[in-house]
C-alpha cells in the first residue's frame, strides 16, 4: 500500500506563492495519474490539477495560468506551484493516487 505525504501548505497574503509536495513511499508516479484536490469548509472536494503517467497535465479553469503541477520521478514527488494566490484557493489540500489520500496541507491565503 503506498503512503503519501503533503506537505508546503501555510498562510499566505493574496497575491502571493506556495508549493505544495506530496511524497509517495515508492515509484508510481510514472504508473498512473496523480491529482490534487482541495476541499473548502463546507464544500465538495475538488480536482484541482492532475498528471497522467505521460506527463500530460489538467486544470481546473479555476487555476489555469496560476498553479502548475509537475513531478520529480527520481524523488517520488509531484509538486503543486500555486502563485497568485487568492482568498477563495483557501482549502486543504490532498494528493490522491487512485484509492490512496495524503493526509492534506491547509492553505490559508488572506486578502
Known amino acids: 500500500q503506498v503512503q503519501l505525504v503533503e506537505s508546503g501548505g501555510g498562510l499566505v497574503q493574496a497575491g502571493g506563492s506556495l508549493r505544495l509536495s506530496c511524497a509517495a513511499s515508492?515509484?508510481?508516479?510514472?504508473?498512473?495519474?496523480v491529482g490534487w484536490y482541495r476541499q473548502a469548509p463546507g464544500k465538495e472536494r475538488e480536482l484541482v490539477a492532475s498528471i497522467t503517467a505521460g506527463g500530460t497535465s489538467n486544470y481546473a479553469e479555476s487555476v489555469k495560468g496560476r498553479f502548475t503541477i509537475s513531478r520529480d520521478n527520481a524523488k517520488n514527488t509531484v509538486y503543486l506551484q500555486m502563485n497568485n494566490l487568492k482568498p477563495e484557493d483557501t482549502a486543504v489540500y490532498y494528493c490522491n493516487y487512485r484509492y490512496t489520500w495524503g493526509q492534506g496541507t491547509q492553505v490559508t491565503v488572506s486578502s
Open positions: 515508492r515509484s508510481i508516479f510514472n504508473i498512473y495519474t
